[in-house]
């Protein structure tokens, strides 16, 4: 379960995120829905703890993302469209390095890589440099990285900006098969068709609140 309460964010003179309140249950997919510049990236990153909200708190299954920063890491996976895996390395090379950052045993990383390379097309591919895939190959790959922990809570920023809709399907299938498995999703976006094609609930921010 997650828990935001009072969430707010200041940058400078900009209140980016005014006192939101979401409680979202674990196993289900929840879609943060709201215009861009709406705030939803924002509070995003202060979910997967890359930002510490100005007041406010959230809590991940009992880990506080300000005191318990460390521990939420290890349990999520965490992606937006602003960050980048390097280019110059290639699939395979990606999942190993992330993997040993999470301290992914040798048989384990393989099953994992396995599992979400065969999924997403990635297992002919797995040497190649990541800068020469296309925008849904790159999205895919991102994924799947971002994922090479099997992390119990999964938080994905605009997981479908860009694609095309063969790799919008199958990224929604995929996490529909997730929530499956007993996973808690939250995702954010503008577009209601994917909101139709995912979400369990769905809460609506607009100017930074929760409306």
């Given at each position: 379960?997650?828990?935001?309460?009072?969430?707010?964010?200041?940058?400078?003179?900009?209140m980016?995120?005014?006192?939101?309140?979401?409680?979202?249950?674990?196993?289900?997919?929840?879609?943060?829905?709201?215009?861009?510049?709406?705030?939803?990236?924002?509070?995003?990153?202060?979910?997967?703890?890359?930002?510490?909200p100005?007041?406010?708190?959230?809590?991940?299954?009992?880990?506080d993302?300000?005191?318990?920063?460390?521990?939420?890491?290890?349990?999520?996976?965490?992606l937006?469209?602003?960050?980048?895996?390097?280019?110059q390395?290639?699939?395979?090379?990606?999942?190993?390095?992330?993997g040993?950052?999470?301290?992914?045993?040798?048989?384990?990383?393989?099953?994992?890589?396995?599992?979400?390379?065969?999924?997403?097309?990635?297992?002919?591919?797995?040497?190649?440099r990541?800068?020469?895939?296309?925008?849904?190959?790159?999205?895919?790959?991102?994924?799947?990285?971002?994922?090479?922990?099997?992390p119990?809570?999964?938080?994905f920023?605009?997981?479908?900006?860009?694609?095309?809709?063969?790799?919008?399907?199958?990224?929604?299938?995929?996490?529909?098969?997730?929530?499956?498995?007993?996973?808690?999703?939250?995702?954010?976006?503008?577009?209601?068709?994917?909101?139709?094609?995912?979400?369990?609930?769905?809460?609506?921010?607009?100017?930074?609140?929760?409306?």
């Open positions: 379960m997650i828990t935001i309460n009072g969430l707010s964010k200041r940058f400078a003179d900009k980016a995120v005014r006192k939101v309140n979401f409680k979202i249950e674990e196993g289900e997919i929840f879609a943060l829905l709201g215009p861009n510049g709406a705030g939803k990236t924002t509070t995003m990153r202060m979910l997967s703890t890359l930002l510490k100005t007041t406010g708190t959230i809590t991940i299954d009992d880990w993302t300000q005191k318990d920063a460390k521990e939420i890491k290890k349990n999520i996976g965490f937006t469209t602003e960050i980048r895996l390097d280019g390395f290639t699939p395979n090379e990606l999942a190993a390095f992330y040993k950052l999470y301290g992914l045993d040798k048989k384990t990383l393989e099953e994992n890589k396995r599992k979400l390379f065969d999924y997403f097309d990635i297992t002919q591919i797995a040497d190649r990541y800068e020469t895939f296309s925008t849904g190959m790159k999205q895919k790959t991102s994924i799947a990285i971002c994922l090479i922990h099997d119990k809570t999964i938080i920023d605009e997981p479908t900006n860009g694609l095309d809709i063969l790799t919008q399907k199958q990224v929604e299938d995929f996490l529909l098969l997730e929530k499956q498995r007993g996973k808690t999703i939250v995702i954010s976006t503008h577009i209601l068709e994917v909101v139709e094609a995912l979400a369990d609930r769905v809460g609506v921010i607009i100017d930074g609140q929760s409306v």
